[in-house]
């Protein structure tokens, strides 16, 4: 394993040499767009991935224009578009009687209002589209980083694959970092009360469901599920979150039974059992929670994503988030010689965006479980105010978050 932090992490800056070098743990989406980011400044970049094989594991991601501006300034829009979803709407209905809440339109209304699209894609689709963009000369599969040491300028870097240096470690190694536990030390995340069931369906099998074009949220009484379409149109995502206290396990590649899926959404619309019944492997995941971290770096050694900032998925925004992080922490290190300041500076910056993205998501969260205002407004208000409350609620809460554009920050 590593060394102690304060033996691992030491070291500054002392200027940079013409050909700067950084290690990536991780080809996750973060890992992947931050070797790219890092690239396009100049710096040679090498990936460690310890699985064997990108495999076809994951399901659905929305990426909102805040991270398609990312993908858009990488040169990858095009790509993106050929193996996304672009969804029409966004929708909310209630989950037992399947009763429309609201409709609010996307595709090019969502272009329009801020300025890039709201894309839907499966997460597999996007890793290969990273990974090709990157090449396989600078990703190392069935490589995993075991020990590191700062010495002077230079990180020491102990893999399974034999030793490395660079000039800077980026821990995208996920939601059980080991470099987090590193820098950080060993944490005792929190469980929320709730469980995730995750799967993706052939949109053959349900092809009269009402949201296979849009987005579509369903909310109950401490549940909800979120479906949309992927790989344009076909297979649909399914995402359910329930409030429940007997799965413990945060692997997100853990199969669950799905006659447990199936219970935890038994009388709801017969659309979402449609969908349910033609799932035959769901995965099942604790959904626990981490504070914001004291530190993101130390030395030369620094985190993004999901190693520093994991969140729940009810804002569809972890990979999102991810992506900004590292186009914020290439522009930083553009920007400022010394590496250890940039580090501090690319920290300062995204802390309080990721801190509030986190909340944001715990809220909705617990917004989508309740029983109140949202449900009656689905019962008793007519269609053309519903649309109106519910768009109104939903450009408030994500405009900010939206409209940002971390490629024009300097």
């Known amino acids: 394993m590593f060394d102690s932090a304060s033996s691992v992490l030491r070291g500054a800056s002392t200027g940079q040499p013409t050909t700067m070098k950084a290690i990536v743990a991780g080809a996750g989406i973060g890992g992947l767009t931050a070797a790219l980011t890092l690239r396009r400044i100049g710096w040679q970049v090498e990936v460690l991935e310890r699985a064997v094989a990108l495999a076809e594991v994951g399901a659905g991601l929305q990426i909102s224009p805040n991270g398609h501006r990312v993908l858009a300034a990488l040169g990858l829009a095009d790509a993106l578009s050929a193996v996304a979803s672009a969804p029409p709407v966004i929708e909310m209905r209630i989950g037992r009687t399947g009763r429309q809440v ?20 499966h997460r597999a689709d996007l890793i290969d589209l990273l990974a090709g963009a990157l090449g396989p000369e600078a990703l190392h599969l069935g490589t995993e980083v075991t020990e590191a040491r700062t010495e002077g300028d230079q990180v020491h870097i102990e893999t399974s694959a034999g030793p490395r240096t660079a000039d800077l470690l980026i821990g995208a190694d996920g939601v059980h970092s080991g470099i987090r536990t590193a820098l950080i030390g060993t944490e005792a995340p929190s469980f929320t009360g709730s469980i995730a069931w995750r799967a993706v369906v052939p949109q053959a099998a349900v092809p009269d469901h009402p949201s296979s074009a849009g987005t579509c949220i369903w909310i109950g009484q401490g549940r909800h599920a979120v479906t949309y379409p992927v790989r344009q149109g076909r297979a649909l995502n399914v995402v359910g979150i329930v409030a429940r206290d007997d799965w413990r396990s945060e692997s997100w590649t853990e199969p669950g039974d799905p006659a447990d899926l199936r219970r935890d959404f038994a009388g709801w619309h017969p659309a979402i059992q449609t969908v349910l019944s033609a799932i035959d492997t769901p ?4 959904l626990l929670d981490r504070p914001p971290l004291p530190h993101w770096s130390m030395g030369r050694v620094v985190l993004l994503g999901d190693a520093c900032h994991p969140m729940v998925p009810s804002f569809a925004q972890g990979a999102v988030m991810a992506m900004e992080d590292a186009w914020t922490l290439a522009t930083a290190l553009r920007h400022t010689p010394d590496v250890a300041m940039a580090l501090a500076a690319y920290e300062a910056r995204r802390k309080p965006r990721t801190a509030r993205v986190q909340a944001m998501a715990r809220e909705n969260m617990a917004r989508f479980h309740a029983t109140g205002r949202l449900p009656r407004l689905g019962t008793f208000a007519p269609r053309p105010i519903r649309d109106l409350a519910g768009g109104l609620i939903f450009h408030r809460r994500t405009g900010w978050l939206y409209r940002h554009d971390v490629t024009r920050e300097e």
Do not use: D, E, K, T
Not at 104 to 115: E, F, H, K, L
Not at 283 to 286: D, K, N, P, Q
């Open 283 to 286: 995965y099942c995941w604790a």
């Open 102 to 121: 609201f409709s609010i339109p996307m595709g090019p209304a969502a272009v329009a209002r801020w300025g890039a699209p709201y894309l839907q894609v």
